[in-house]
């Protein structure tokens, strides 16, 4: 049963050392409040209007983020694909450095090791933190990663490169978007 004053609701705020009014009591915003208040006069209860909204975290940035997701993707994608081989005892012996590496042995090297998967990766975590801090891909990021991806397939033909086409268009429609996120 509820009487004038509220006490018998328990919003469950009370049991965890709380009101259910905002800001808690003793706060600058309930003195500045407590200031105002002239007396001899029943309080106002709080509404959310009298207190501004502050935002702690920055907003994220969705397609900042889907960009380094789907480029993570790629990239693990990418060591599923070429990890089956029979050349990692081989590269440790070290006939790269040599001429004695075959032909398919050096492809194999420079499709794992030598290639895109480490950098992609650091770029990939880049972009999701850049994303959910707010921020954005320079405004180069994403024509100069999709001139690349598309100059790979000119060379090898369709392959895989064409999926790089993705995370290279999400920083450019985030950037042709706007809104709040800051430009980095």
Request: hydrophobic share 45%; glycine share 14%.
């Amino acid at each position: 049963m509820l009487t004038s004053l509220g006490a018998g609701c328990d919003t469950g705020a009370e049991r965890r050392g709380r009101s259910h009014r905002s800001p808690a009591r003793g706060s600058a915003v309930a003195r500045g409040r407590e200031a105002e208040d002239t007396g001899g006069g029943e309080a106002r209860p709080w509404s959310t209007t009298e207190t501004p909204a502050l935002r702690t975290h920055p907003r994220h940035d969705r397609l900042t983020t889907a960009a380094g997701w789907s480029l993570l993707a790629i990239c693990a994608l990418h060591t599923l694909a070429f990890s089956l081989h029979p050349y990692c005892a081989d590269w440790l012996a070290g006939p790269l450095r040599t001429t004695e590496a075959s032909l398919d042995e050096a492809a194999q090297f420079w499709a794992l090791p030598g290639g895109f998967v480490l950098p992609g990766v650091l770029l990939a975590l880049l972009l999701i933190r850049l994303g959910r801090q707010g921020g954005r891909a320079p405004a180069a990021f994403g024509p100069v990663l999709g001139l690349w991806a598309l100059g790979c397939v000119w060379i090898l033909g369709p392959s895989g490169f064409l999926f790089v086409q993705v995370p290279a268009a999400l920083p450019v429609l985030a950037r042709l978007k706007g809104g709040p996120a800051a430009a980095a």
